[in-house]
């Protein structure tokens, strides 16, 4: 296991002509519309590598941004997941762990990602990339999971939190439409949220996270889809597969995570056969906005490391 030490600093959010190297796009699969974003290597070497990378729950693309810029040799390809973002909703299957796992296999084929591709996935999409690798032997060559989601959602210090937010959204889904949907949406709930996951110091980067917060953690497709796949991500966890991820695994861990605890990830770690886990110290669960520098630094080692 590995630290870092991540001062507070004003340092540019973005710097290295990350909207360059940007490619939008659309496909459909199995009649849903998916919206994905590929950001191409500033120059393609020996190191490049086709990275899939999962965003977490009520996120989209956007989150992942600031490590797509911090690899510029790399090409991402992010997905927003179906029910989020820019892309539809599944439109007869429910949002399952499993159903989006089917999902991955099922744009990997579109897109012709091969066996060598790398495999992402942060937070709840580390809970739905582990869940395909296991399902998927094979399918990809490595997995980094960011902030994984590493033990039951009900156990533990984080269970009063999780059961305060299965009240709310159980309660969303009651309410009369417009009702649900508007506190769903409300944007002094999402800042709450902002405010209790942020823990940088740095005011510029504070505000970003607050700003990309309200301005996506509510780009959800409906708030049917949206309560699936919040029971998705609060009832499986990546420790419940982690003896069947057999590839080389990347965990990258908040020090400060109150929803992905770092004992849990010390736990899961134990569990993998080929696993390395880094922590970052005075971030929580929101590295991919906060340190995504020393992140990327992690993965690109990791990659090095382990050449497909």
Do not use: C
């Not at 796009?25 to 070497?45: C, H, I, K």
């Not at 709930?189 to 940088?200: D, G, H, L, P, Q």
């Not at 992690?298 to 050449?307: A, E, M, Q, S, V």
Request: net charge negative; proline share 6%.
């Amino acid at each position: 296991m590995d630290t870092v030490d991540t001062a507070s600093s004003s340092e540019p959010l973005f710097s290295n002509d990350l909207e360059g190297r940007t490619v939008p796009s659309e496909v459909v699969l199995d009649g849903v519309r998916v919206a994905y974003w590929t950001y191409e290597p500033v120059q393609v070497t020996p190191e490049t590598r086709t990275i899939l990378v999962v965003h977490g729950f009520r996120g989209d693309h956007h989150g992942l941004l600031r490590v797509a810029d911090q690899l510029p040799e790399m090409r991402l390809i992010m997905p927003d997941l179906p029910g989020f973002g820019s892309s539809a909703a599944f439109e007869a299957d429910p949002h399952s762990v499993e159903r989006y796992g089917r999902f991955l296999g099922e744009l990997m084929a579109a897109l012709g990602l091969g066996a060598e591709t790398v495999l992402l996935g942060h937070s709840f999409g580390s809970i739905v990339a582990s869940h395909f690798v296991a399902r998927n032997p094979g399918a990809v060559a490595e997995l980094i999971l960011v902030n994984p989601i590493a033990a039951p959602a009900l156990e533990g210090a984080k269970g009063l939190m999780t059961k305060l937010a299965i009240l709310y959204y159980e309660a969303a889904a009651r309410l009369p439409y417009r009702l649900g949907q508007a506190l769903l949406r409300s944007q002094l709930i999402v800042r709450v949220m902002s405010e209790a996951m942020a823990k940088t110091r740095d005011k510029t980067l504070r505000r970003f996270v607050h700003a990309q917060h309200s301005a996506y953690f509510s780009a959800f497709a409906d708030r049917d889809s949206l309560l699936e796949a919040f029971k998705a991500s609060v009832g499986n966890n990546v420790g419940e597969v982690a003896d069947r991820l057999t590839l080389p695994v990347l965990l990258i861990a908040g020090e400060q995570d109150e929803i992905a605890a770092l004992p849990d990830q010390h736990t899961l770690l134990a569990l993998l056969p080929d696993g390395h886990l880094d922590v970052i110290p005075g971030v929580g669960h929101l590295i991919h906005y906060e340190t995504p520098e020393p992140a990327a630094g992690f993965i690109r080692r990791f990659l090095k490391d382990h050449t497909a």
